[in-house]
Every structure is written in C-alpha cells, then in structure tokens.
C-alpha cells in the first residue's frame, strides 16, 4: 500500500504540475491587474503616483495579448472607467485601497518580484504556484479521507483540479486561487484536529490575505466556541480572544490603507463604477439594494444547487454532529459573502466554499463507507 501511495504521489504532481503549466500558458491579463500592480509598485515608489501608473501599464503592455490590454485600458468594450484608470493618476490611486487590503497577496507577490519576475509576471504565476500547491494539499486530504484507497484519491483530485473555476483562478491576477491554498490548510487541520492555536494561524493567514473573510473566520470561531460550550458546558476563552485579535487586524488593515467601506465597493461594484471615488457619494436605498439583490440571485441557482446538496447529502451520510455543523457553517457563509457581494456570475468568489463543502461530503462518505477499500471495491 505505501508504494502505491508513493506512485500516486509522483503520479499526481507530474498531473498538477503539467496542468500548471498549461493554465500558466493560458494566462488571462483582465482589468484587476493594474490594481495588484499598482500595490506593488507603491511599495517600490510611494512618493511617485504618475510613475506608478504610468509603469503599470507599460508592464502590462510588454506582456499583454492586444486584445486583452485594450480590454484593460477599457477601449473594446468601451469603459469609461477603465479609461480614467488609465490615463488619470488620481483616478487610478483612488482605487488602489481596494486591492492593497489583500495584505498577504500582494506580499507573495512581491516576494516573486523581488526574486527576479517582472511585475505581471509576478501576479500571475502566484495563481499559478497557488494552484499547484492547493493541487497537492488536496490530494493530501483525499489520502486522509480515503488512507486505502489511492486510486480514488488521484482521480477526485484531478477531477477537481480540472473543474473550470479550478482552472480560471489559476490564470487570472486574483487573489481567488492563492486563498485556497489556506482554506485548504484549515480543512487540514480540522481533519487531523490540530490544537486550537495552530488553527488560529491559519485563521489569521486567511484574514491577512484577505481581509474579506473575516466573516468566515470570525463565525468560524464562534461555531467552534458555541459547539465546544454545548459539550462541555465551559466557555472557552481562546475563542474569544483569538476573535479580539482577528477583528483588530481587520479594522487595523482597513485604517491604514484607507479602505472606502463596503457601501463604496458595492456602489462601484453593481450600480455604476465611478472614475473618481471621492467625486460623488455612493448614494443608494435599501430598496435599491434588496432589488439588486433579488436580481442577482436568480442567477446564483448553480451555487445554490450545489452547495445545499453537498449539504444535504453530508446529513444523509453522517449523523455527527460535528460534520454537520460544518456543513451548515460553510452553507451559511456562503449566503453572508453573496449577501455583502452578490456577483452571482462570478462563481470563483464562492468556489473556495464549495470546495470546503465537497471535502466535508467526501469525509462524510469516506467514514460511512471505511475509506472505500480497494479490496471491498475489487
């Protein structure tokens, strides 16, 4: 059994890696990576603004498919925001606090800059790393949930690796595929039910890298706190300072970068994207919200159908407790993150949750059925 094991170990990262490179020949430069570069290069140059832009762009340019960069500078399809981005350097800075929150992100790329890449390069092979990583973390949780049974563990990873919105996070300058890697790492580690302060590490990671989720983490802690109360009848204050500790680092991240708030972001996001931030207000009702939100989730029927029947398939496969609480934690963020950021069309902003719910229905299956041993299959 171990040398299977290790064959499918070896079998597995020559898949992941030859799809790595394959999505990394793929690459897609879309109109966030001015942002992320713009991040990188305020780092570099915080007293030059034109510099910066003007540079983000040249980069860009050098390495960007025709069609592509004109999409970013907004000329085809026409976007007059875009095009302000492009050309004005105020503009431009306004909407650098969106994307210089990602903390953890723009660190990992400029890490990868530093070490020789150029600046898009830098952002898109980080997708492509992050790919590859989480691809080999997740065949270390198959291998967990099935310890018997290698051959199914290889072909649910590649499944899952090969699922369209596995391999667009992989090609794009989003921060969606590096998270993974962390989301991973906590499943991980409430498989193997690492210690509550090792769980914390990661927890603060996820908020680091993108701030974000700090609904995910933060509720993550109060379900692991309200479960532990039921069943030892204690609180337990770790809970409750590790979540001190997480809020401070989310309110402290959006201070010092100057963060618009969520009422700007949605504004810019689902009514109209403005040139200049500080131009106008981001007047909306609540009226105007709860129609957008109804409209949007018309077309979020894939994610809803998805991920309640993960859901209800985990309760028909387990009765732990524990699992199913899981399940619906997951569930219920899903609807948090939708209900804050409705972009029912972009299913990689709740992929990373689907994925989680997966792993909790394979875990489900893999303790009712023993792993699915390769002799009861045989």
Known sequence: MKSGWRISFFFIVIIIAALSFWNYKNRVYDWDMPGYIGCLYTLKFPDAPDKIRTLTYKEIQKKAPEDQFRDILGIKPADKARQAFAKNTRAFNEQLPYYQIKVGYNLGILILYESGLSSPDAVTVLSVISYFIS???????????????????????????????????????????????????????????????IIFVILFAIT??????????????????????????????????????????????MKMFGYPGWKNLFYDTFIHRREFISGSSPNFSFNEYLSIIYEKIIYFKKVTVTSVGLVLLTFYLSKDIWIRTLAVFVLINIYIKFMFFPHSS???????????LIIIFLYALGKKYNGFKLGKIA
Not at 166 to 187: C, E, G, H, K, N
């Open 135 to 197: 691809g080999l973390l997740l065949f270390y949780i198959l291998k967990i949930i099935f310890p018997e049974n290698y051959i199914l563990a290889v072909i649910i990873t590649i499944a899952i690796m090969l699922l369209p919105p596995m391999t667009y996070m992989s090609r794009v300058a989003m921060p969606d595929m590096f998270i993974m890697q962390f989301l991973l790492a906590f499943m991980i580690g409430l498989i193997k039910k690492w210690k509550k302060w």
């Open 208 to 253: 680091f890298t993108r701030p974000d989720y700090a609904p995910f983490t933060l509720s993550y802690l109060a379900v692991a706190a309200g479960y532990e109360y039921l069943k030892n009848k204690k609180i337990n204050l770790n809970f409750i300072i590790q979540a001190i500790i997480l809020f401070i680092v989310y309110v402290a991240i």
């Open 346 to 356: 972009g299913l990689r902003f709740f992929f990373g949750y689907i994925v989680l």
